[in-house]
C-alpha cells in the first residue's frame, strides 16, 4: 500500500504527470475529452437534439475503447527501435480507429451487428493489451532467418510478471476509482444534510462522478502502467493476498469444477440417448476461461505447491475429452437449428481452447503469452475472414433457412411473396419456425435482409409508419393549442420540439411484427394447446395517457401486482386472483375493492380468448360513486381453467395462473 500512496506526495506527483505527458500524450487528450463530453451531455442534454446526443454517446463509448488501445500501441511502439516522434506518430493508429469506430457504430438498439462490432472489438482491444509489449517479439519469428533468436524469445517469467502487474492494475484502479466516488459522494451528502444550501445536489453527484471516474482515475492508472525498463525485466514481487486466493480458493474450486463436469461426463455416458446437454457448452466455455486464467495466475507458484504443479501438469490433458463432449453438445445444436451467432461463438472458442490445449500439451516452451496473443488472432480472423466471419455466416445460414421454408409453405414462389390468406393454410410447427427465423433476421442489421426478402409488404409497412408519425405530429399539436394555457410545460420550447421531431424508420420488432401479421404466421407460443383460456386487453401505444388530470382527487398510487417487488411504502396492490385492488399506506393496507365489475364489462364487450389492442377511454374507469378512478397500460384475466402444472417446461407461459395488470390508481 505504501507504494500506491506514495505517488500523493508533492515530488512523485510532478514526476508522474511529467512521465504520463510524455508516454501517453494522446490517451491524456483522450481522457480529457471523453470527460468533457461527459459534462456537456449531463448539463445540456435537454438543449441538444436527440440524433446530437446518440453521436455525443457513440463518441464517449469510441474513446473509452481508444485510451485502451492508445495505451496498448504505445506500449508496443515502445519496446521497437522507433525514437519519440515516430512513437507519438504511431498513436495515429488509435486515432484511425476511432475515426472509423465512430462512424460505423449506430448505437441502435435494435442493431444486434453493431454491439457485436463493439463487444468483438473491446475483447480484441484488452486481449491486445496484455501482450502489447511483446507484439515485435511475436512478429520476428515470421520474419524468417535466426535474427529473431537473439531477442525474440520473451522469457516466460517476464512475461508473468508483465501480466501479473496489468491485472493488478486494472484490478487496483477499478477498486481506486469505485473507493474515490464513494468518499465524495458521503462528503456531499454530509453537506447536503447539515447545510441549507440550494444546489442541484443530484448533478453535484454526478459531476463528481465524471470528475472522479473519467479524469482522476484514468490518469492514475497511466501512472502505474510499467515501463519498458519493468516488461522487460523480472521483477515480480509476490502479494499475498494474491497467492491466498491461488492457493486456497481458485485451485481448489478448480478441482471440483473438474469433478462436477467428469461426473456429468460419466452419467451421459451410462445413458448415451441423453448425451449430451446443451449446457455442457457453457459450462465448459466458462470452466475453460476460469481454469485458463488460474493457469496463467499459478505459474508463480509451480514449484512451491505441489497441488499447483500437479493441476499445471494435468489440466491441458483434462480439458481435451471436455472439449469433444462439448462439440458434439454443439453439433447436435447446429443440426437441429443451424448456426446463429451464439453457436458461431461457441464453435470458435472450442476452436481456441482445442489449440491452446494441444499447444500447452506438445510445446516444451508452453508460454503463457500464447493464450492473450492466440484470443486476439482468433478474435481477428472471425472479423476479417470472407463469407465465413462473424457478422455473414450466421445470417446467411438462417436467411437460406427461412427462404425455404416460406417455400415449403408456398409463400416465397418464383423469388415473390404471395401472403398467406388464413393462418391455419400451413401447420403450427412450420409457421412457428417462419416467425423464428424472421425474428432471428430482424434482429441483425436494422432487418435489411427481411426487408430485401419482403420489399413490398417493407414499402406498405413505411407507408402506414410516415401516415401514422404524421397523425400523431398532428395530435400533438392540437394537444399543444387546446391545453397550452392549462400546463406550464407546454410552451413554445415544448411546441418547437413537435414540429422538429424528425421521422424514424419503422423499428425492427414493428418489421417483424407487422410482416408475420401480413404473411398469416405467428409463433403461437401464447397459443393453448389444451384449450386454458386468457385474454388480454392492452392499450394502444400510440396513445398516452399523460397529462393526468387530478384535479378533485387527492392521492394517486401506482398500480402493482406484488407488494414483494415494491420499494415504496404508499401504493396499490393488485391481487390478479381475487381481481381486488389493495390499497396501502406505510405497507399497512386501508382499503381494498373489487375489481369484478371491470372484469364483466371488458368480457361483455370484448369477448373471450383474445387480445385486444384498446383505446385509452376503454381502459379508464371510475368506480364506486366515481370515488376511484384507474388508468389501465393493459389489464389481464386470470387464467379460468388453470390446473396444477402439467407441462415440465417451466418457461411454458400457458401454465401460468395469470398475467400482469398496471398503471394507476386515482382516489377523491
Not at 54 to 71: E, N, P, W
Not at 97 to 110: C, E, G, R, T
Not at 504 to 527: A, L, M, Q
Amino acid at each position: 500500500m505504501k507504494n500506491i500512496f506514495k505517488i500523493f506526495s508533492s515530488e512523485n506527483l510532478k514526476k508522474n504527470v511529467k512521465e504520463i505527458f510524455n508516454r501517453f500524450p494522446v490517451s491524456i487528450v483522450i481522457i480529457f475529452l471523453t470527460a468533457i463530453l461527459f459534462f456537456a451531455e449531463l448539463h445540456y442534454h435537454s438543449d441538444i437534439s436527440d440524433f446530437y446526443n446518440k453521436r455525443i454517446l457513440i463518441a464517449i463509448l469510441a474513446l473509452i475503447m481508444t485510451f485502451i488501445f492508445s495505451i496498448a500501441t504505445y506500449l508496443s511502439s515502445e519496446n521497437s527501435e522507433k525514437n519519440k516522434l515516430q512513437r507519438n506518430l504511431f498513436q495515429l493508429i488509435p486515432v484511425g480507429f476511432w475515426v472509423i469506430f465512430y462512424n460505423i457504430f449506430s448505437l441502435d438498439p435494435n442493431d444486434f451487428e453493431n454491439f457485436l462490432f463493439f463487444g468483438l472489438s473491446f475483447a480484441g482491444i484488452i486481449a491486445y493489451l496484455f501482450f502489447s509489449p511483446y507484439l515485435k517479439n511475436l512478429i520476428l519469428p515470421l520474419q524468417g532467418g535466426d535474427a529473431w533468436k537473439a531477442e525474440g524469445v520473451i522469457k516466460q517469467s517476464v512475461f508473468y510478471t508483465y501480466f501479473y502487474n496489468i491485472s493488478g492494475l486494472i484490478l487496483i484502479s477499478f477498486i481506486f476509482a469505485w473507493v474515490l466516488f464513494g468518499l465524495g459522494a458521503i462528503g456531499i451528502a454530509a453537506t447536503d444534510a447539515l447545510f441549507d444550501l440550494d444546489i442541484a445536489w443530484e448533478k453535484t453527484y454526478w459531476n463528481w462522478a465524471i470528475f472522479s471516474l473519467s479524469i482522476v482515475a484514468p490518469l492514475f492508472a497511466l501512472t502505474q502502467i510499467p515501463n519498458k525498463k519493468s516488461f522487460l525485466e523480472n521483477h515480480f514481487n509476490e502479494n499475498a493476498f494474491f497467492s491466498f486466493l491461488i492457493k486456497f480458493v481458485a485451485i481448489p474450486f478448480i478441482y471440483l469444477y473438474f469433478f462436477i463436469l467428469y461426473a456429468y461426463t460419466i452419467k451421459v455416458l451410462s445413458n448415451f440417448s441423453e448425451w449430451p446437454k446443451w449446457e455442457v457448452s457453457w459450462l465448459v466455455i466458462w470452466f475453460s476461461i476460469f481454469w485458463y486464467l488460474a493457469y496463467s495466475f499459478s505459474y508463480i507458484f509451480e514449484e512451491k505447491n505441489k497441488l499447483i504443479k500437479g493441476f499445471r501438469k494435468i489440466f491441458p490433458f483434462a480439458v481435451i475429452p471436455q472439449i469433444f463432449m462439448f462439440f458434439y453438445a454443439i453439433y447436435l445444436r447446429i443440426k437441429q437449428y443451424d448456426i446463429t451467432v451464439n453457436r458461431y461463438f461457441v464453435v470458435v472458442f472450442g476452436l481456441w481452447l482445442l489449440v491452446i490445449s494441444l499447444y500447452f500439451i506438445f510445446s516444451k516452451k508452453k508460454n503463457l503469452i500464447a493464450i492473450p496473443a492466440g484470443l486476439a488472432l482468433f478474435i481477428i480472423i472471425i472479423s476479417v475472414i470472407p463469407k465465413y466471419n462473424v457478422y455473414s455466416l450466421p445470417e446467411a445460414r438462417q436467411l437460406v433457412r427461412l427462404e425455404t421454408n416460406l417455400q415449403k409453405a408456398w409463400i416465397l414462389q418464383d423469388n415473390k411473396i404471395t401472403p398467406l390468406k388464413n393462418y391455419s393454410d400451413i401447420s403450427e410447427d412450420l409457421s412457428k419456425n417462419i416467425y423464428s427465423w424472421i425474428d432471428y433476421l430482424c434482429d441483425f442489421n436494422s432487418c435489411n435482409n427481411i426487408k430485401e426478402l419482403f420489399p413490398k409488404i417493407y414499402i406498405e409497412i413505411e407507408e402506414e409508419s410516415k401516415k401514422e408519425w404524421k397523425e400523431k405530429i398532428k395530435r400533438d399539436l392540437e394537444y399543444y393549442e387546446e391545453n397550452k394555457d392549462k400546463y406550464d410545460y407546454l410552451d413554445e420550447k415544448h411546441k418547437k420540439r413537435i414540429e422538429n421531431r424528425k421521422y424514424e424508420v419503422p423499428r425492427s420488432w414493428t418489421i417483424k411484427t407487422k410482416i408475420t401479421d401480413k404473411i398469416k404466421v405467428k409463433n403461437y407460443f401464447y397459443e393453448n394447446e389444451d384449450n386454458r383460456k386468457f385474454f388480454e386487453y392492452s392499450k394502444d401505444y400510440n396513445q398516452d395517457f399523460f397529462p393526468i388530470d387530478t384535479k378533485g382527487y387527492s392521492k394517486m398510487y401506482r398500480i402493482i401486482n406484488y407488494s414483494k417487488w415494491n420499494k415504496q411504502e404508499n401504493y396499490a396492490e393488485f391481487d390478479a386472483e381475487k381481481w381486488e385492488i389493495i390499497i396501502k399506506e406505510n405497507n399497512i393496507e386501508i382499503d381494498r375493492f373489487s375489481l369484478k365489475e371491470i372484469n364483466e364489462k371488458l368480457i361483455k364487450k370484448f369477448g373471450k380468448n383474445d387480445k385486444r389492442n384498446l383505446k385509452k377511454e376503454d381502459l379508464t374507469f371510475e368506480l364506486e360513486w366515481w370515488k376511484y378512478k384507474i388508468f389501465f397500460e393493459n389489464v389481464v384475466v386470470k387464467n379460468p381453467d388453470y390446473k396444477e402444472k402439467i407441462n415440465s417446461d417451466k418457461n411454458d407461459l400457458n401454465t401460468y395462473m395469470w398475467w400482469f395488470t398496471r398503471w394507476y390508481l386515482l382516489i377523491k
